[in-house]
């Protein structure tokens, strides 16, 4: 049984969100199986898509002279009803986290080749068929955001000339997102252009998570399958032993009222503050105002991503000169710019904690971060879309 959330009675998150082990710095969460067998997929397929096989049936009905016997054996392969037209295949961006997918799925990543040239041109090629396959290729656009989005596009261009059945790019971190609308005259709506490029690169799906605005799912012409890193954070909010009563909601823009406002609800329908910030360039921000009461509470300030940390520096500083006792940061993304590490290691925050969708290399490691696995999370929802069962059902 999950420990109760916050010292609450009952806990707002199904029991299927239970972590496995607390004390671990990556935490790990499980879904109820719908196939329990799944576990047991170990071996990827060891036969060319596309050559016919037949096992050998050893009832009466069947004579064989042993001669076509012992030709069968020699040419099929043996017969596994654990083969499967799934194929997961991982980029250069986060294999670390592409390769938890698949232990979770109890699969092993396909066999790729990627390369650049001399002149830094990208070079992919798939080192295992994927005719008649559902492929499924894991590739965050994050820094370096141009090289990995080129990456991810060739790697399509692979795939649907490979004669995949269907191409499902699942992004963990969608770079350019924040390019979302035109806040000022003559620019671009990148968050369009990309999606543009990766629909007419040949993908059928795109599985995405905490994109930055909701909007951004309308820009594609392909279906979007959109899950929520905010599961994994409140399940391991939910092993702190903080008092519901204590606890307020922070969100660090107006923007983010509406994603604050969903996980204060999960947190026991915990209050909810904002800090009003005026915004004079990109990546500059500066805070204003605070509205709501943090006076003597522990303040959890929630976003999407952290990029430079200006933002959410600047509002646990205001949050401490207005009485906070303790400040956490939550975000999915940890894009983490310079000077990202030196601001949140500067003392202001109890606990930063983020996911997995971006890789955090060790040199950026401060004594608190905290960083969980959304690889159960992600490995599930693939599941689902290749077995076309519900993805929403998995936040509910």
């Known amino acids: 049984m999950m420990a109760s959330l916050l010292q609450c009675p009952t806990s707002p998150f199904p029991p299927s969100f239970s972590s496995i082990n607390r004390r671990s710095p990556v935490l790990r969460f499980h879904f109820p199986f719908r196939h329990a067998v799944r576990c047991n997929l170990v071996d990827p397929i060891k036969f060319d898509n596309g050559k016919p096989y037949a096992p050998l049936l050893n009832t009466p009905a069947l004579h064989l002279s042993s001669t076509a016997t012992s030709h069968l ?37 396909g066999k ?88 007419e690169a040949g993908a059928n799906r795109v599985l995405a998570c905490d994109l930055h605005s909701g909007q951004s799912i309308g820009y594609f012409d392909i279906p979007v399958d959109h899950v929520y890193g905010q599961p994994v954070i409140l399940d391991y909010l939910a ?53 709501g009461d943090v006076k003597g509470k522990v303040a959890v300030m929630v976003d999407d ?34 000077p990202a590490i030196e601001r949140l290691s500067s003392g202001l925050f109890q606990e930063v904690i983020i996911t997995n969708t971006i890789p955090v290399s060790e040199q950026n490691y401060f004594p608190q971060l905290t960083v969980l696995s959304v690889a159960n999370l992600l490995g ?14 998995i936040f509910q």
């Open 73 to 109: 054996e020699k040419t099929l392969p043996p017969f596994n009803k654990y083969d499967t037209r799934l194929r997961i295949f991982s980029g250069t961006a986060n294999p670390a986290l592409s390769h938890e997918i698949a232990c979770y799925m109890g699969l092993e990543l």
């Open 112 to 199: 790729i080749k990627i390369k650049r040239f001399a002149d830094g041109e990208i070079y992919v090629q798939l080192q295992e068929s994927v005719r008649g396959c559902d492929v499924f290729l894991v590739q965050p656009t994050c820094p370096p955001a141009n090289e990995n989005l080129m990456e991810l596009l060739i790697m399509i261009d692979a795939c649907r000339r490979a004669s995949a059945k269907t191409i499902t790019a699942v992004i963990p971190y969608f770079g350019y997102a924040r390019a979302d609308r035109k806040t000022q005259g003559r620019e671009s709506i990148a968050a369009k252009l990309v999606a543009n490029l990766i629909t």
């Open 239 to 291: 092993s702190k032993t903080i008092c519901s009563d204590e606890l307020v909601v922070v969100s660090p823009d107006v923007g983010g009222v509406a994603r604050a406002r969903a996980f204060a609800k999960k947190l026991s329908d915990a209050p909810l503050a904002i800090v009003d910030k005026r915004r004079h360039g990109h990546n500059v921000a500066e805070v204003m105002n605070l509205i």
């Open 305 to 338: 991503m952290i990029d430079t940390a200006g933002t959410i520096t600047k509002g646990a500083a205001l949050l401490h000169q207005e009485g906070a006792r303790e400040v956490y940061a939550c975000s999915t993304h940890a894009v983490f710019s310079p």
């Open 380 to 393: 599930e929802t693939i599941w689902r879309v290749h077995d076309d069962c519900s993805v929403s059902s």
